[in-house]
């Protein structure tokens, strides 16, 4: 009986989950993706069962709690789409309890500079012991223990020292100062790749409203055709087939080639097209 216990207690030690997105991006392997913003359980499994590399669950623009985003993941734990969250702001809180959930690979809006692109590196990583002994750890991430379900509750052995290596931090560049600083910010330590925003980026340019089009396809294009000759990873989002085609042609890697309210709002209203 001892011994029967012994080894069901040694059976729940777990691994870290790998990063398939990070892993992806790193090696320029085209990750395709899909927005979501409909804050549902159900529709996000139907979604990553449809076999999108990766879905973007977006606390910015759309009424993604801390718990709906927990719900999500679970949602889609059985499939192979890697899980994105975009948090409503690039704040440290933020950044330590969506990694507590799980979340491996942040997207934060709104990077303008290199201090604060720094920040939010170091938001998502621990203090190695090396460089806290020299008075300036990597990160200062928060330790949660076993009470983070990323530990899977302190099952995950070595979690502390593995984290850093799995976490992924894309930020998004989409604003007149973010674009001025791009390289800069693609240079600092701890952001993995960049994301250009169509919509922001092309509004601060007085292009409100106008992202699609091709009066502003230039500025997008020249975004990402700096982005990926900083040597990052660099994805935006493209609704539209042709454009999202062209953003993988000029050095794009992962690009959301759709977005789940959209989906449903014109299979709805083909449908209702249907019966005049």
Known sequence: MSATRLSGRAALAMEIPKNAFKAAIEARRMQIGLWSG?????????????GFDWMMFDGEHSPNTLREVLAQLQAIAPYPTQAIVRPPIGDAAYIKQFLDIGVQTLLVPMVETVEQATMLARAMRYPTPADAAQGWPTGFRGIGGATARATRWGR???YLHEANREVCLVV???????????????????????FIGPSDLTASFGLLGKAPSAEAQPLIEGAIKRAHAAGKPVGSLAVDER???RYFEIGCTFVAVGV???LLRTAAENLRKQFP
């Open 38 to 50: 409909l804050s549902d359980v159900v529709s996000a499994e139907i979604c990553a069962g449809a």
């Open 172 to 194: 998004q560049v989409e604003t007149r100062l973010g674009l001025e600083n791009l390289e800069a910010i693609a240079a600092v330590d701890g952001v993995d790749a960049i």
């Open 156 to 158: 995950v052995e070595n």
């Open 260 to 262: 789940d309210t959209l």
């Open 243 to 245: 454009l999202a085609k």
